[in-house]
């Protein structure tokens, strides 16, 4: 069977803790660069960002400004052939090792001038990538697709060039979603196969990058708060002593800062999409969310949060204490000058 359609490569950073989107507009007008509203194409009003990114177009691909701080290099490299052949161009491409520096090469110098756009611009990047082998307009049903080349299709999936284990084609084929009978998105860890018109496979594109972005914001608040958590540990086991509770005040106070500040930012990427009613691209978008790692990672953050939450309450409680003790010593001196000098009257 020959099939036709791109081959699209996401690569995506954390580069600040927000990217203020209108700024952006402005300094990329100015700059000349071709800038371009972002929206959910061919998605319904019921499924829409409550913030879109903003996306500057360049010759073979795109790059996306998400407000929550991320931003997504895109690439297209069309392709034309067989299933073997796809097989063979997808495990090649898929594990190229020069994606990531070529990404690099185009970002670096627009946020240089972006600067002034960027909120707490951070000095070194987490990354992610993530791959989409797009086949338009395959001559045949998602069903008659997944039993003639299930085993391709899952080797695209995976990266793989040689035949997986049986099993293992299995595992990656129950991951897939159709809307339509002639429809089909095959969702895995680090790559998705999908199959439909091209219009129709730009929600499912669009969603999955979302998916990506939410990964890369969750694995920096899991991050940060592990060395914040590392530093309150390391501060506790110095002692709680009668100085150091005095101390806990302060700590405590910047941990519940911290504490704040990630529980907003987790909201804010929470947020910026919506599903109105839209049962199908909610199910779709909570597919990748799991097959990527999303959940695991929410997790993580979720359990750290409240890890420092009940630091925060015992260096409180720690505080308090040490304050009641001064207090109650307080009032011991004063008992005590108060009958000295009443025996010095009498």
Not at 274 to 283: A, T
Request: glycine share 6%.
């Amino acid at each position: 069977m020959q099939i036709e359609g791109i081959l699209r490569s996401l690569m995506l950073f954390d580069v600040a803790d927000a990217i203020h989107i209108d700024r952006v507009a402005a300094l990329m007008g100015e700059s000349g660069a071709p800038p371009v509203r972002a929206l959910v194409r061919s998605v319904p009003e019921s499924v829409r960002f409550e913030r879109a990114p903003f996306t500057e177009n360049f010759e073979g691909g795109r790059i996306k400004y998400y407000d929550y701080g991320v931003v997504s290099v895109e690439t297209d490299t069309p392709f034309s052939g067989d299933w073997a052949n796809l097989v063979d161009l997808s495990s090649r491409w898929i594990t190229e090792e020069q994606a990531e520096s070529r990404a690099l090469e185009l970002l670096r110098p627009r946020l240089e001038r972006l600067q002034s756009g960027l909120e707490k611009a951070y000095a070194s990047w987490l990354s992610e990538d993530y791959y989409v082998v797009l086949v338009y307009d395959a001559p045949a049903t998602a069903q008659e697709l997944l039993d003639r080349y299930g085993m391709q299709i899952a080797q695209i999936v995976r990266g793989e060039s040689v035949q997986l284990a049986d099993e293992e084609r299995d595992d990656v084929l129950k991951a897939r979603i159709s809307y339509y009978p002639n429809d089909l998105a095959v969702i895995g860890w680090s790559a998705a196969l999908v199959c439909d018109t091209p219009a129709g496979a730009e929600p499912t594109v669009q969603l999955l990058e979302y998916a990506n972005t939410q990964l890369l914001e969750y694995r920096h608040y899991d991050e940060l708060l592990t060395r914040v958590l590392n530093e309150v540990y390391l501060q506790l086991d110095a002692g709680t002593g009668f100085t150091a509770r005095w101390r806990m005040a302060r700590r405590a106070a910047r941990l519940s800062t911290i504490r704040l500040d990630v529980i907003e930012l987790t909201e804010r990427t929470d947020n910026a999409i919506k599903f109105l009613s839209d049962m199908f691209y909610s199910r779709l978008y909570k597919l990748a969310a799991r097959r990527v790692g999303v959940l695991d990672y929410r997790n993580l953050v979720d359990e750290k949060l409240r890890t420092a939450g009940e630091l925060y309450q015992f260096m409180v409680d720690q505080f308090q204490q040490g304050r009641a003790f001064v207090l109650e010593a307080m009032v011991v001196v004063i008992l005590v000058i108060e009958l000295v000098f009443l025996f010095r009257g009498k």
